[in-house]
């Protein structure tokens, strides 16, 4: 199954900042998803990003807020933008590989 | 639409079995099962397709009734290691790719 290095693996954010996670995968997928996991909680799809188009948002997230890259087929980032306590909570970055998803270790993040 | 997962938590003693649920109010293509341990990435466990099938892995099986959009994930003779929080994940369309997940079962295992 693929591998996922995601990094950071958590910080702590100042209110109004924003802060880029970044996840690179062992082989090249078509799909990469990122998740958001508030404290005990389910995963909510933020976006799906695809190698050479604009992610697809779900419904409640916005581009100017999540902004997302895909330059290859590798990689990806997501930016939580102007940040606020409400933002805090562990983002996470999954592809699929056939019927098998993996996801990556997580970023926990806190906005204070 | 979130697919609703039941119970919300389970405590068992060791090698007593479980079972959990999830259903949906959508037609599925798909229903994959993950399990995540706390502080931990969610891991996969098995996939089932729309067709009826039921499948194993090692002494974690699952079934998926197409017709009633239901998944059931069964464990039988639990084991300590089995303890985590399991969620379905559901996906609509074939090829679609991304999944909406249930809100999760806490399952705890006590020797």
């Known amino acids: 199954s693929a591998v996922i290095s995601q990094k950071p693996s958590r910080d702590i954010c100042q209110r109004g900042t924003s802060l880029t996670i970044q996840c690179q995968v062992d082989s090249q997928v078509t799909m990469m998803f990122w998740y958001r996991q508030q404290p005990g909680q389910s995963l909510t799809l933020i976006a799906t990003?695809?190698?050479?188009?604009?992610?697809?948002?779900e419904s409640g997230f916005v581009i100017d807020k999540f902004p997302i890259s895909r330059p290859n087929l590798t990689f990806s980032t997501l930016t939580v933008s102007n940040m606020s306590p409400e933002d805090s909570s562990i983002y996470l970055c999954?592809?699929?590989?056939?019927?098998?998803?993996?996801f990556g270790s997580g970023t926990r993040l806190t906005v204070v | 639409q979130q697919p609703v997962q039941s119970p919300q938590a389970v405590i068992l003693r060791e090698g007593e079995d479980a079972v959990i649920n999830c259903s949906s109010s959508?037609?599925?293509?798909?229903v994959h099962w993950y399990r995540q341990k706390h502080g931990e990435a969610p891991i996969f466990l098995m996939i089932?397709?729309?067709?009826?099938e039921q499948k194993g892995h090692d002494k974690i099986s699952a079934s998926f009734n197409e017709k009633k959009q239901q998944s059931s994930l069964y464990l039988t003779a639990s084991q300590l290691s089995y303890s985590g929080t399991y969620f379905c994940g559901t996906e609509l369309i074939q090829g679609a790719q991304k999944l909406v997940f249930g809100q999760g079962t806490r399952l705890t295992i006590n020797p």
């Open positions: 990003a695809n190698q050479g188009s604009e992610a697809t948002y």
């Open positions: 999954s592809v699929r590989e056939g019927n098998r998803g993996t």
């Open positions: 089932l397709l729309k067709g009826g």
């Open positions: 959508k037609a599925l293509y798909s």
